[in-house]
């Protein structure tokens, strides 16, 4: 893609290895809730792509609801302290929720976000993230489901963004510092 070379965007995880992968996730969680329902929370904007791909390979009856956060502080790195923008359309106690999140960096805003759903109740809370930066962790958080172990990096592409760009690539790229 041309936009990609004039950036100097480094691919990280090509397009093939996401998809493969996150079957692998989709047939883990059908296995986990074999013969119940499963309910997939995305955090918006960044798990859209990541969400979509994951709920059509899962073969369960699958219900899924957004809820969009924003995190107060500098935009380089959460500050623990947030925000929700868009809550989520409907109940979810007694289901069995699994939060879906693109990336999990210092792990604030997922530390949040599963007190807040504890509260609601639900029946099961389960974690579901495509990038893990465990290097950079700060709250400590207990995945059940991740796509890659990556590098302490800033990664752009299938929906993680820089200021809104580049959430439509294919590929999970590295977005260099300078261009930042
Ligand atoms: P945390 O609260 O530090 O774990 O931040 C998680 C959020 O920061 C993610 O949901 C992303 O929106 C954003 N984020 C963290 N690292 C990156 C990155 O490398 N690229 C794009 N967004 C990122
Ligand atoms: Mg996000």
């Not at 960044?46 to 073969?59: E, M, T």
């Not at 007694?94 to 007190?115: P, Q, S």
């Not at 962790?137 to 172990?149: A, E, Q, S």
């Amino acid at each position: 893609m041309a936009e990609r070379r004039r950036k100097n965007l480094r691919t990280l995880i090509r397009h093939a290895a996401i998809e493969k992968r996150v079957r692998n996730v989709a047939r883990q969680i059908t296995r986990d809730f074999k013969g119940q329902r499963v309910h997939l929370i995305g955090v918006l904007k960044g798990a859209c792509f990541f969400l979509s791909d994951l709920a059509r390979a899962i073969d369960l009856e699958t219900s899924i609801d957004f809820i969009a956060v924003a995190s107060y502080g500098r935009s380089k790195e959460s500050s623990g302290q947030v925000r929700v923008l868009k809550d989520l359309d409907s109940s979810i106690a007694g289901l069995n929720v699994i939060l879906v999140e693109d990336i999990l960096d210092t792990g604030r805003t997922l530390g949040y976000l599963l007190r807040v759903l504890r509260q609601r109740r639900p029946k099961a809370l389960r974690v579901a993230v495509l990038l893990d930066k465990a290097a950079h962790r700060k709250t400590p958080i207990k995945l059940d489901y991740v796509g890659f172990m990556i590098p302490n990096e800033f990664v752009v592409g299938y929906g993680l963004d820089y200021a809104e760009r580049y959430r439509n690539l294919r590929d999970v790229c590295i977005l260099p510092a300078p261009l930042r």
